[in-house]
């Protein structure tokens, strides 16, 4: 059964860093593109970003480009966001999603909150 | 980047009613539009694909359907679980924008 469970929001003031971790299992992580989407409260989601399996390729949304950073560990079946320079409008909840070769989102974490205010 | 409008935003229903969303794209998306569903405190879940097929595990009460630019996701008699917000997502170009979602609240 495929798993993944987002880990690392909290509270971080304005043009702070922040990292999220997702763990993933019940699949050949390897396999997969994977994605971090956020919503930010009362919004429709948003895709953030996107790496391929082998952690070669990867997408940015404008909004984000020059200072998130998505990465992977194949070996730890893990997927990671780095987040610097955050702004208030980053606030609302990252979740991972598992992208399967049709660009669906098939498979999402529980999500974590990640609130940017001072 | 491509827009997908929503309508209506909300909208109030009983159980046992058939519904209709819908959702319209701002250019040609051909048929990669694709439905999640929203449950509060949850994250979106899949739904149907590729404009009118249901992924795995979805009740048949579920149904998509297209022409042109515009798109609707139909819910032929609703359950109580299906009270929740819907969104639009097209996956024909990046980046794969949402909708901004349509909230189904009971009566």
């Known amino acids: 059964q495929e798993h993944l469970v987002e880990s690392g929001g909290g509270l971080v003031k304005p043009g702070g860093s922040l990292s999220l971790s997702c763990a993933a299992s019940g699949f050949t992580f390897s396999d997969y593109y994977m994605s971090w989407i956020r919503q930010a409260p009362g919004k429709g989601p948003e895709w953030v970003s996107y790496i391929s399996g082998s952690g070669t390729t990867t997408y940015y949304a404008d909004s984000v480009k020059g200072r998130f950073t998505i990465s992977r560990d194949n070996a730890k079946k893990s997927l990671y966001l780095q987040m610097s320079s955050l702004r208030a409008d980053d606030t609302g909840v990252y979740y991972c999603?598992?992208?399967?070769?049709?660009?669906?989102?098939?498979?999402w974490g529980q999500g974590t909150l990640v609130t940017v205010s001072s | 980047d491509i827009q997908m409008t929503q309508s209506p935003s909300s909208l109030s229903a009983s159980v046992g009613d058939r519904v209709t969303l819908t959702c319209r794209a701002n250019?040609?998306?051909?048929?990669?539009l694709n439905w999640y569903q929203q449950r509060p405190g949850k994250a979106p879940k899949l739904l149907i694909y590729a404009a009118s097929t249901l992924q795995s595990g979805v009740p048949s009460r579920f149904s998509g359907g297209a022409s042109g630019t515009d798109f609707t996701l139909t819910i032929s008699s609703l359950q109580a679980e299906d009270f929740a917000t819907y969104y639009c997502q097209q996956s024909y170009s990046t980046p794969r924008t949402f909708g901004q979602g349509t909230k189904v609240e009971i009566k």
């Open positions: 250019q040609t998306i051909r048929t990669y």
């Open positions: 999603a598992r992208v399967d070769l049709h660009w669906l989102l098939d498979h």
